[in-house]
């Protein structure tokens, strides 16, 4: 095996640490620890996003929560980031400041991420090194060498980190695409060789480990968008994610051969597209056009390519069904393409939003019927079981998928005679070496709300409330008493999201939930009367008592009391 940068000593361990991205798709989070339990040195891979949903409304973005390793920031020795999607840099922005560590990257992520410390205001503290394909790091005990994988963003790289107890390959997320059009193929020379030296540990990818054969090439993609876009008419709008340069490029290069020029809508579409011209990607294209000047060309000679693949609210094609768009707007004999999966949790607002395009007479294509359209970016059962032959690890250590997933790649390793095989969850530290892998500690290991720009708890009392007022509704009650404490106006009741129907119109409701509170009111003594703790807390109780009378809901309840 490759020399280690230093000696293994007595007590020493190697470790890792899933604190996001293991039982879940998205919010990578992992962290590899050096040393004796009371001394270990740590480097982290990754520090990535997920999305919020209708469980969490208003709230956009999740971060992992990293107070486990906040507490031994002095002892990270850097954070290496294997590739430029959001569940894998996403949250450096909102938690660097709490690790504080230098960052390390390949030129196309390194450009995104400085663009992201640039708008939180971080650029000119936290200390990116750009890192070149099959670079290596250097950090105390670990040796980081990066390998050349697939995937669909530019730059995925594998990490080959060497220790003084053994090796492990960290796959972060890849494919086996021998025609990627952007970037080199998977470097398998480089795994295999790692296999000749022995790999103690492999942490792979899960997302696909249900799905038979291989994922597919971006070049099978390209063929099939150079065969559908010269066959429309009329405006057409393409959907892909933004990150998928190669997809891009394709969709670009069959808009130009169909003799349409193409403008680029979106915000992050726009952003990726110079992350990509920055490292010589995207050439030999003609310059975009703005969204202005599209205006002008006539609509079979533009190609629109749009975020909102996925029926995000704010991203350009959701704008573009709800007519809301102030440059592009699609009808009649146009057509959208979408060159994505739907990603499981967003059926929904995809369903809605195709369905708003068809409305306003637009033809749609998407995977579904036309399977050419798009391709995986994750590694399919035929690809986990070459990687397997490559790296031959004598540990598996799935990661990067639910439960599930993780339970059937860890079956699958036993099956192709992985020695052990263990699935942690976030927050199980997990020991490598030396003796068996086990799980030997249990950290905190949860998750931050970005609720209106500000970092908030999992379990905060604002989310609580507003989850509670989203499925039962509010209502609130204001009285005016004087100084003796009779009322002088009110109890005005005012009901947000509760039913009325015919037999029972929301008005009456209100005034029944008014004489309820008035009778609340006559209730209390002189002295509770003038406590307003005691009158608000009356005034609710009594609501909450009506309302689930009336709705058998249990609405939030705010009153206030007013003195004059």
Not at 395 to 410: D, K, Q, S
């Amino acid at each position: 095996m490759k020399a280690s940068p230093v000696r293994s000593l007595p007590g020493d361990e190697l470790v890792f640490l899933p604190l996001g991205g293991s039982n879940e798709i998205g919010m990578n989070f992992n962290l590899y620890g050096y040393g004796p339990p009371h001394a270990r040195k740590w480097i982290v891979v990754d520090l990535g996003v997920t999305f919020g949903d209708q469980t969490t409304p208003g709230v956009e973005i999740i971060l992992p929560d990293p107070a486990f390793i906040e507490e031994h920031a002095g002892d990270i020795l850097g954070i290496v980031l294997t590739h430029a999607h959001e569940d894998h840099i996403g949250a450096v922005p909102w938690l660097w400041e709490r690790l504080r560590a230098p960052m390390y990257a390949t030129p196309f992520t390194a450009f995104l991420l400085r663009e992201k410390l640039r708008e939180a205001g971080l650029l000119d503290e936290a200390q990116i090194t750009e890192v070149p394909l099959s670079g290596v790091i250097t950090l105390g005990p670990f040796e980081v060498t990066l390998i050349t994988l697939t995937h669909s963003i530019p730059e995925p790289n594998g990490l080959a980190i060497r220790t003084p107890l053994g090796t492990i390959l960290h796959t972060g997320d890849w494919k086996i695409d021998p025609d990627p059009l952007t970037g080199g193929v998977t470097d398998q020379d480089a795994i295999r060789r790692l296999g000749d030296e022995g790999v103690l540990a492999m942490v792979c990818d899960s997302t696909n480990v249900f799905v038979d054969g291989e994922a597919g090439s971006e070049a099978d993609v390209r063929a099939a968008l150079g065969e559908l876009i010269p066959t429309l008419k009329g405006k057409v709008a393409a959907a892909c994610f933004a990150s998928n340069v190669a997809r891009m490029d394709s969709i670009i290069r069959a808009a130009e051969a169909s003799d349409r020029r193409v403008c680029l809508v979106g915000r992050s579409m726009i952003r990726m597209a110079a992350a990509a011209k920055s490292v010589g990607l995207l050439a030999g294209i003609q310059p975009f056009v703005t969204d202005q000047e599209a205006g002008y060309f006539p609509a079979d000679k533009i190609l629109f390519l749009c975020t909102g693949s996925q029926g995000e609210p704010r991203a350009a094609l959701a704008r573009v069904a709800d007519g809301t768009h102030p440059h592009l707007n699609l009808g009649q004999g146009d057509a959208a393409v979408f060159s994505s999966r739907v990603i499981p949790g967003n059926e929904v607002p995809i369903r809605n939003l195709q369905n708003k395009l068809a409305d306003r007479g637009v033809r749609l294509f998407t995977e579904r019927d036309h399977p050419g359209l798009h391709v995986s970016g994750h590694p399919c059962r035929d690809e986990l079981k070459r990687m397997y032959q490559w790296a031959r690890p004598q540990i598996a250590v799935p990661t990067h998928g639910e439960r599930r997933h993780l339970l059937e790649h860890a079956a699958l390793a036993r099956d192709l005679q992985v020695p052990q095989a263990i699935a942690p969850r976030n927050g199980d530290m997990v020991r490598l070496a030396p003796g068996r892998a086990e799980v030997i500690d249990e950290v905190p290991a949860g998750r931050l709300y970005v609720d209106g720009g500000m970092v908030t708890p999992e379990h905060g009392e604002a989310l609580r409330e507003r989850r509670h007022a989203a499925y039962n509704g509010m209502l609130t009650v204001a009285v005016v008493l004087d100084r003796k404490g009779r009322v002088a106006s009110g109890p005005q009741v005012r009901a947000l999201g509760l039913p009325g129907d015919a037999d029972y119109a929301i008005e009456e409701a209100i005034d029944d939930l008014a004489a309820e509170a008035h009778t609340a009111l006559k209730k209390l003594s002189g002295a509770d009367r003038d406590d307003d703790h005691a009158v608000e807390l009356a005034l609710s109780r009594a609501l909450k008592k009506a309302a689930y009378r009336i709705w058998e809901r249990r609405p939030v309840v705010e009153a206030t009391v007013l003195r004059i």
